[in-house]
């Protein structure tokens, strides 16, 4: 069977200043709009296309092109073909949590625990996404980001992230 997710880290904050990781983004596989506050992440397709959002523009990369997204501007992306999508994500300055959010992510993608849009099924593993990925949201939904990092705290409390950092970080 062929894996849903895949991701390789190319440069870990653990032995180097930066995050880099190789990922893939399946069709139809999307974020919602969001922005994060501690690091820029610059986005570089390898294979395919992808749609980004940033800020009032919406740009599609293909092979070769790059979008860097700065602390506090909302973004998101969306892999609107049919093709599935290779690209390196950089953040800088590097941050372990997200390192630790795209590899949860990509595991659960395998572990078939998240939907065809790329979502943690379980309420549990999507707060503790959020809540890893310095993932802020925007418009309506930002009346919920207490609840989710509410929740996010508790499940750390009781060891739910330490489960899935044991099973799918290392």
Same mark, same amino acid.
């Given at each position: 069977?062929?894996?849903? #997710? =895949? ?10 200043? #930066? ?15 969001? =922005?994060?506050?501690? +690091?820029?992440?610059? +986005? ?9 959002? %940033?800020?009032?523009?919406? &740009?599609?990369?293909?092979?070769? !092109? ?9 973004? @998101? ?9 290779? &690209?390196?994500?950089? &953040? !800088?300055?590097?941050?372990?949590? +997200?390192?630790?959010?795209? $590899? ?6 395998? !572990? ?18 959020? =809540?890893?990925? %310095? ?20 499940? &750390?409390?009781? #060891?739910? $992230? !330490?489960?899935?950092?044991?099973? @799918?970080?290392?």
């Amino acid at each position: 069977m062929k894996a849903l #997710g =895949y991701i390789e880290l190319i440069s870990s904050v653990d032995s180097n200043n #930066g995050s880099v990781a190789e990922l893939n983004i399946l069709p139809g596989e999307k974020t919602p709009w969001h =922005y994060h506050t501690l +690091f820029s992440e610059t +986005f570089k397709v390898l294979k395919g296309t992808l749609e980004v959002g %940033n800020g009032t523009n919406v &740009i599609h990369l293909k092979q070769g !092109d790059t979008a860097t997204i700065m602390p506090n501007e909302k973004h @998101y992306y969306h892999n609107v073909s049919t093709e599935e999508c290779i &690209i390196t994500t950089t &953040i !800088d300055p590097g941050n372990k949590n +997200f390192e630790n959010a795209l $590899l949860i992510l990509k595991g659960l993608a395998n !572990d078939r625990l998240s939907t065809n849009a790329g979502t943690p099924q379980r309420f549990t593993d999507l707060v503790l996404f959020v =809540y890893l990925s %310095n993932s802020r949201m925007v418009g309506f939904q930002k009346i919920a980001e207490p609840l989710f990092n509410f929740f996010a705290k508790a499940a &750390i409390k009781k #060891g739910k $992230l !330490d489960i899935l950092i044991q099973k @799918y970080c290392t």
